[in-house]
């Protein structure tokens, strides 16, 4: 496995509710990484290819700085050309597969999975995480439908690799995830929408860890 377990525990998605300007996003990246958060993926759907590329540089170098995992949303052209340590691709985007051959054998390849079937799709194309959600209804991704408990237990029992769950997870929710096999959480708003990010993250960390 590429990637600690214990690195899933508190899995961070950045979020721009509450940051004006890529300085003050990372302000809140690093201020996740010492509440606890083990691993950030950065996520920015609207903006330009070229400032995305230079917000990732920075945001490599500073996970990197801070021993937290980086990974980058959906654009394997970026992971590659900044060195993140991984990706994370939904059903829509990129097949992992293929991710694999951009980006080598020694990065984390990331993948949503919403079904069984597509948990052990992404598995076989040699996944080494999966996100699986929604876990409850969120704001951060208009789309997304929460899943059954029983779909998550069946995800998580049908594959040799970490399960992490995502979408609306708060520090008053996250206990009804308890005893489905997850690795660990995701937390966008409950991190990003705070305006204190470390003190959210030290507090979502220990309910991660009782899943």
Do not use: W
Not at 66 to 85: H, K, L, Q, R, Y
């Amino acid at each position: 496995m590429r990637i600690e377990a214990e690195k899933l525990r508190l899995y961070a998605v950045t979020d721009r509710v509450r940051a004006r300007s890529s300085v003050e996003l990372l302000d809140q990246v690093a201020a996740a990484i010492e509440g606890g958060a083990g691993v950030v993926q950065l996520r920015e759907k609207t903006l330009p290819y070229a400032e995305f590329l230079a917000e990732a540089r920075e945001f490599v170098a500073l996970c990197r700085s801070m021993g937290a995992v980086s990974i980058i949303n959906d654009s394997v052209e970026i992971a590659a050309e900044t060195g993140a340590d991984g990706v994370h691709v939904g059903q829509e985007d990129m097949a992992a597969a293929r991710a694999r051959e951009i980006l080598g054998r020694d990065k984390i390849i990331g993948v949503s999975a919403h079904t069984v079937a597509e948990a052990v799709a992404a598995y076989e194309m040699g996944a080494d995480y999966l996100g699986t959600g929604a876990a409850f209804a969120t704001g951060t991704k208009a789309d997304a439908r929460p899943i059954e408990r029983e779909e998550i237990r069946a995800i998580t029992a049908a594959v040799k690799i970490p399960v992490v769950a995502i979408g609306g997870i708060t520090r008053a929710n996250v206990a009804g995830l308890a005893s489905l096999g997850l690795a660990g959480a995701a937390g966008a708003s409950a991190l990003f929408a705070e305006e204190d990010v470390r003190a959210a993250a030290r507090e979502l960390l220990p309910l991660c860890r009782a899943l």
